[in-house]
């Protein structure tokens, strides 16, 4: 299975021809230049890897998936209509992946974010910018944090709320989760305004594959977010946010799904969590450790749609998600009562 001449060809001359097409006038859409540099793109269809075995390894499918996701994602931003015949072996390609692997057949955000090698300091990009560099690496950091408090949250699990060692991983539990809004911060500072919104945003919009609309992408498309939520006892109250949570499964990579399926059946920390405050002489340390996790969830949430709110000025997110629904999310993460009485046994 090589994708290597994709790859090439992705890092050589796809970002050229993207830039250029932002940078050509879209009024005419038979404009000459555009129409060569459409052509162009389109080549990269012959590149195409072949489909990789049913038994190679979900994290190799995902890299090979990329390649041929990006090529799609950009045909689609630069208005290739969804049944050019040019672009049909784009999309057969995808529309098999889906069927052997049930991935989505647009760009999946994991893997462009966790999965995206980097030559010579650039992973595989659009449009070679510095605003997306900024943007993978800004995403790609908040992922793994993700993936870290997911990490920790299932080794206290396995060592049960009461384990003396647990006050210690909570702590650091809010220490991870803090780094988040330093991540946020940092790319709001630094992510150009126009940059983002007129060019980039574009590349992770809504596709239409066989006729069917697929939503755009968004970096919550992963498990790990989905699955602490859950763990943690914040989602199972709020229909809301499970209809979200749900209609994002199919843009996950499988094991992901399988994660975020696995924890649906669950009731998550809360009850447990109270049960170990009242149980163990540190009972107090354990809830104010425990309501430092939740405020720095809280505030990473926050810093999160402060961010979201200045670079889709339109209320509706890449995925067509309503910025309504982002607040909704702060709400669900701080208004929990298990949260209040923790506070009080904490600061009583
Ligand atoms: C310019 C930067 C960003 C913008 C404009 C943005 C915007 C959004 C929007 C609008 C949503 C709602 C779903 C949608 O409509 O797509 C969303 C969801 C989400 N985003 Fe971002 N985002 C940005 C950066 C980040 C970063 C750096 C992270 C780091 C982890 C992140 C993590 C998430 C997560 C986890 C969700 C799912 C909802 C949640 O769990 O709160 N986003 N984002």
Redesign the pocket.
């Known amino acids: 299975m090589s994708d290597a001449p994709l790859v090439r060809w992705l890092r050589r001359e796809f970002t050229a021809i993207n830039s250029a097409l932002e940078a050509a006038p879209v009024a005419d859409p038979d404009l000459a230049e555009r129409r060569a540099l459409i052509d162009r793109l389109l080549a990269g269809a012959s590149q195409l890897p072949p489909l990789p075995d049913r038994d190679v390894a979900e994290d190799d499918v995902l890299r090979v998936h990329l390649g041929v996701a990006l090529l799609h994602a950009a045909c689609a931003r630069h208005g290739v209509a969804p049944d050019d015949p040019r672009q049909r072996p784009v999309v057969s390609w995808l529309l098999e992946a889906q069927r052997r692997w049930q991935l989505a057949p647009r760009l999946i955000a994991a893997p462009y974010l966790v999965l995206n090698d980097a030559e010579d300091g650039w992973p595989l990009t659009f449009l070679g910018s510095e605003d997306e560099r900024r943007?993978i690496d800004?995403?790609t950091?908040?992922?793994v944090?993700?993936e870290q408090a997911w990490t920790l949250v299932q080794r206290m699990r396995a060592l049960s709320l009461t384990h003396p060692a647990t006050s210690g991983m909570i702590e650091e539990l809010a220490r991870v989760l803090a780094r988040?809004c330093g991540?946020?911060g940092r790319?709001?500072a630094s992510?150009d305004h126009d940059a983002?919104y007129l060019h980039?945003?574009h590349y992770?919009e809504g596709v239409i594959v066989n006729g069917r609309a697929w939503?755009?992408?968004?970096?919550?498309?992963?498990g790990w977010?989905?699955a602490l939520?859950l763990a943690l006892g914040l989602a199972q109250g709020h229909p809301g946010?499970l209809a979200?949570l749900h209609g994002?499964l199919p843009y996950l990579p499988p094991s992901h799904r399988v994660l975020v399926e696995r924890e649906l059946h669950g009731r998550g920390w809360m009850p447990a969590l109270e049960r170990a405050v009242a149980a163990v002489p540190w009972g107090r340390t354990l809830a104010r450790a425990a309501v430092g996790a939740f405020d720095a969830h809280v505030a990473?949430?926050w810093a999160?749609?402060d961010?979201?709110?200045?670079?889709?000025d339109t209320g509706?997110?890449?995925?067509?998600?309503?910025?309504r629904?982002?607040e909704e999310?702060?709400r669900m993460?701080r208004d929990h009562p298990a949260i209040a009485r923790l506070r009080v046994v904490a600061h009583g």
């Open positions: 943007f800004a995403n950091a908040g992922l944090v993700y988040l991540i946020h790319l709001q992510l983002y980039l945003r992770y939503s755009g992408v968004n970096a919550g498309d992963q977010s989905m939520d946010y979200y994002r990473a949430t999160h749609l961010l979201a709110v200045s670079f889709v509706l997110g890449t995925s067509g998600t309503e910025l629904f982002l999310t702060v993460r």
